[in-house]
């Protein structure tokens, strides 16, 4: 059952990156800010009600406390609206996906030299970030040098998003406790709308005119992101509940989201299919299964017991 829930994630993920491209290709900075205020404030009323519902007994101390509104700052700022504002620029769906999953790889360096006794990388796992690197080159359609200093600003500013992202994820796991779905939309969802409120207030006192313009696809847009992610959080709990590995995790997840998030670039917004895109999507899938031997081994096992050519 928990395989469902991963799929679900993925597919959960696709349409949010769906309905930011909706909304960010024809919006401003500030535009991005109030979507991230909305989607926030979406998330913490999630949190508020689910939390009085199930009478969850989550007690934070001020480290978690301080640990989990960080994590709003993140999801805020670079998860919301600069993630937002990418599609402003001009971001190619499909190519955006993949460079969003290159998360993995500063996560994965930055956990090597934190925890050195658990996660120093292997050789493989060396290679497996190689192979990585190649799928980000076959992806943009392998550029040579002289094109990837000149590539576009959203694919430097999307592969800061990647890196922040880790670095989120190394946060996460340093937390000695454990949060349930609600805790997590109250104040990352709360942080969130408060940080990019902020960043509002902030646009303003250095602009004399915003770009503001709440049209009603923008609005339902939003409002449509933000319950999609309130779903993604619980989609990620339920996998993990119900037993699944994040090895193998790590494959079925991003695996559906770079594949459907691909697809739904080209039959929605008219993206191109490449030789590159594809080459990418094959190499990405080796570099995973390079990247972590449990997720090979936990695949090899999958493939037995569902009967498939593993």
Same mark, same amino acid.
């Given at each position: 059952?928990?395989?469902?829930?991963?799929?679900?994630?993925?597919?959960?993920?696709?349409l949010s990156a769906i309905f930011q491209k909706l909304i960010g290709s024809a919006s401003s900075l500030e535009m991005?800010?109030?979507?991230?205020?909305?989607?926030?404030?979406?998330?913490?009323?999630?949190?508020?009600?689910?939390?009085?519902?199930? /009478?969850?007994? +989550?007690? &934070?101390? !001020?480290?978690?406390? /301080?640990?989990? +509104?960080? &994590?709003? !700052?993140?999801?805020?700022?670079?998860?919301?609206?600069l993630s937002i504002y990418t599609f402003a620029l001009g971001a190619d769906l499909g190519i955006r996906t993949l460079l969003i999953s290159f998360s993995i790889v500063p996560g994965a360096i930055i956990a090597a030299i934190v925890w050195p006794a658990t996660d120093r990388l292997s050789g493989r796992q060396v290679f497996g970030v190689v192979v990585f690197l190649i799928a980000i080159w076959a992806m943009l359609d392998f550029p040579n040098l002289a094109r990837i200093m000149s590539l576009e600003a959203w694919v430097w500013l999307t592969l800061l998003l990647a890196f922040v992202s880790g670095l989120g994820e190394v946060v996460s796991r340093s937390m000695a406790v454990k949060f349930d779905v609600w805790t997590n939309n109250l104040w990352v969802g709360g942080s969130t709308a408060l940080f990019s409120l902020l960043a509002l207030a902030g646009i303003t006192l250095f602009r004399n005119e915003l770009d503001?313009?709440?049209?009603?696809?923008?609005?339902?847009?939003?409002?449509?992101?933000?319950?999609?992610?309130v779903a993604m959080i619980s989609f990620k709990i339920f996998a993990y509940q119900g037993g699944g590995t994040i090895a193998l995790k790590k494959i079925i997840m991003p695996g559906v989201y770079l594949v459907t998030a691909m697809l739904a670039g080209v039959l929605i917004y008219g993206e191109s299919m490449t030789m590159g895109k594809v080459s990418g999507i094959i190499l990405w899938f080796g570099s995973m299964y390079l990247a972590d031997?449990?997720?090979?081994?936990?695949?090899?096992?999958?493939?037995?017991?569902?009967?498939?050519?593993l």
């Open positions: 059952m928990w395989r469902l829930w991963a799929v679900a994630e993925g597919c959960t993920k696709t991005s800010c109030i979507a991230a205020v909305i989607i926030g404030g979406m998330q913490f009323s999630a949190g508020s009600i689910g939390k009085r519902v199930s /009478a969850s007994s +989550v007690i &934070l101390d !001020f480290k978690s406390k /301080a640990l989990l +509104v960080f &994590l709003g !700052f993140l999801a805020g700022i670079f998860g919301t609206v503001i313009d709440l049209s009603r696809s923008f609005v339902l847009g939003t409002l449509a992101v933000g319950a999609i992610v031997p449990n997720a090979a081994a936990d695949f090899c096992t999958l493939g037995r017991k569902t009967g498939g050519p």
